[in-house]
Every structure is written in structure tokens, then in C-alpha cells.
């Protein structure tokens, strides 16, 4: 992860991160400096508690041992409550056991299409699963974790969510200022909104279908894509959302889901819930009551509930 950041203006800051983006924005000049503090230093964190891609990671230290029992530190306890919330209210549509799926599918641990290059490097490591493991048998007690050995877990789906949030209910908490929190497709917001309001450009790429939100009554966006972390793999392209009934990438029937909601981590969920669903997306969003923005292959949008938030 890179902590350094290109200040944009006064109440901005920008870097790289975890192939995406971060963005901060306050609504007081003078707290950008300790609220970048704030945020880089909990985004550390969660790298070292959950990156499948460092074999230093504390996931990737479990899927390394033979135990099944393991404390993990507060960081990724919270992470894994909300992975498991997640798979809980999708009933397995989102699913955070399916790291060793993607490592198998070409997704390696320096990145997706990564794997050759793993295996050439001296920390590298590889996970063979003796049987599928679902997210029933991963179980939570406080910070004890139990779940069958050799599980790679990928929190990806739901760890940047989560983190988004944490980061904006921090500097909102800590420092009295209202801020923007958006990491890569997931943006949170908290504390006192600007005068005009919080106003979010949402678009997955230059020559994508474009809509610009003002969020009210909606705390987050969320934007799942089949679009970005993708790469070849025999021949054949992927992408890092997995249907967990195939252990397949999910067919690209939207280029782009987009959520607003109370919290990231409940608008990430929808997401990717409603890429593994393809068609019947547009239904399970419409029975959860979601305000959402779907871009089909073909470029066509449809919006649900009400979109823009």
C-alpha cells in the first residue's frame, strides 16, 4: 500500500491504492493533514490483517497452518463479522472463502494474473483445498476463529466496504469534520455534509454511462464491476467476481452495479450479490427496497428504486 498522497486542493487528498484509488475529501482545510494520518494508518491495518496478495497477512498465514483454531487480531475480526454478515444476508451469494478458487483461476498472490509470478518468488506460497469450504464452515467467536485448514480467504468483496467506513466514521469521530471516504468503487461519507451537499460523479471509465448523485438520506455508494481486475487465464478472460455455485467467474450480464445506502459495507453487499445474480438482479434489488444504477453488457441503464439517491 502507498501512503503517499498528491494533495488535490486544500480539502483534497489522493494516492494509489491496492490497484484502485483513494480519495479524501474533508470539509475543513485544516484537519486534511491528520485526517490522511487517520486514514492511511487504519488502511495499513487492514493490509496486514487481510491482503491475500502478502504472505505476511494474517490470511494468508491461516491458510497456511494446519490448526483450525486461531485468534485474529480486532482489524480483521471486524472484517470477517462483516464478510459474514454479508454471506449470511445473500445466503451464500457473496461468499469470503474463495481465495484458493481465485489463486486457481489464475488470480495469484501479487495480483490477479499473478500467479507464474508468485511461484518465482521466494515468499511464495500455494494453497491446495482438499474439498470445497463455504462460508458455513467458517465460525466467529469474539476474536477465535475456526474454520478448516488450508481456507484462503478473500475478504475482497467486502474488506475495502468495510474500510471505507470505518475510515469516515473515524476522522468524522475523532477530528469534528465532515469527510468523503472513497476507495476505489466504494465511497462513504460522514460527519456535517458541505453547504451543497455531497454530489458523486459515478461512472466506471471514460466512455461509461455517467450519472451524477447527490447523496441525501444515503450515506455510501458502492460499485461492483466485471469490467476492472481482470486478466487471461488459459485463454480465457476473468474477473474477480466469483459465483460461488460455479467457482467461476460470474457472467458478465452487467458491466456495472452501483448501491447507495446506509453504509458501504450494505451497498458493496447488494453489488456483488447483484453481479453473481445476472438477470435476476434487478428483482432481488427491487425486493430489498435498493436505490440502484445497473449498466448492462450492452451499455443500456437501468435504474431501481428511485436512482439518483
Not at 94 to 116: E, F
Not at 222 to 248: E, F, K, Q, V, Y
Amino acid at each position: 500500500m502507498t501512503a503517499l498522497a498528491t494533495v488535490v486542493d486544500t480539502t483534497t487528498a489522493e494516492w494509489d491504492l491496492w490497484t484502485t484509488t483513494a480519495r479524501l475529501v474533508v470539509t475543513d482545510a485544516r484537519q486534511l493533514v491528520a485526517a490522511r494520518h487517520l486514514v492511511t494508518d487504519y488502511l495499513a491495518e487492514v493490509e496486514r490483517a487481510a491482503s491475500r496478495f502478502r504472505a505476511d497477512s494474517e490470511v494468508s498465514l491461516i491458510a497456511r497452518s494446519s490448526a483450525e483454531m486461531h485468534t485474529v487480531s480486532p482489524v480483521l475480526r471486524d472484517l470477517l463479522e462483516a464478510a459474514l454478515l454479508a454471506a449470511a444476508q445473500t445466503d451464500g451469494g457473496v461468499d469470503p472463502t474463495l481465495g484458493t478458487v481465485l489463486t486457481h483461476l489464475g488470480c495469484g498472490t501479487g495480483g490477479p494474473g499473478s500467479t507464474a509470478a508468485a511461484r518465482d518468488r521466494p515468499d511464495a506460497f500455494r494453497i491446495t483445498a482438499h474439498r470445497r469450504v463455504t462460508w458455513r464452515d467458517v465460525s466467529l467467536d469474539g476474536r477465535r476463529l475456526r474454520l478448516p485448514p488450508g481456507t484462503l480467504l478473500d475478504l475482497g468483496a467486502t474488506a475495502k466496504a468495510r474500510a471505507a467506513d470505518r475510515c469516515a466514521e473515524r476522522v468524522a469521530s475523532q477530528l469534528g469534520c465532515g469527510v468523503l471516504v472513497s476507495l476505489g468503487g466504494d465511497l462513504r461519507v460522514a460527519g456535517t455534509e458541505p453547504a451543497a451537499g455531497w454530489n458523486v460523479l459515478v461512472q466506471d471509465g471514460d466512455d461509461e454511462p455517467v450519472s451524477q448523485v447527490r447523496l441525501t438520506g444515503a450515506q455510501a455508494i458502492a460499485t461492483s464491476s466485471t469490467l476492472h481486475r481482470a486478466w487471461h487465464h488459459n485463454g480465457r478472460r476473468m474477473h474477480h467476481l466469483i459465483d460461488p455455485a460455479t467457482l467461476a467467474p460470474a457472467p458478465a450480464v452487467w458491466r456495472t452495479v452501483s448501491v447507495a445506502a446506509d453504509t458501504c459495507l450494505r451497498a458493496n453487499t447488494l453489488t456483488t450479490h447483484a453481479v453473481v445474480l445476472g438477470g435476476e438482479a434487478v428483482s432481488m434489488l427491487e425486493d430489498v427496497g435498493a436505490v440502484a444504477r445497473l449498466v448492462r453488457s450492452s451499455g443500456e441503464v437501468v435504474h431501481v428504486g428511485g436512482w439518483p439517491a
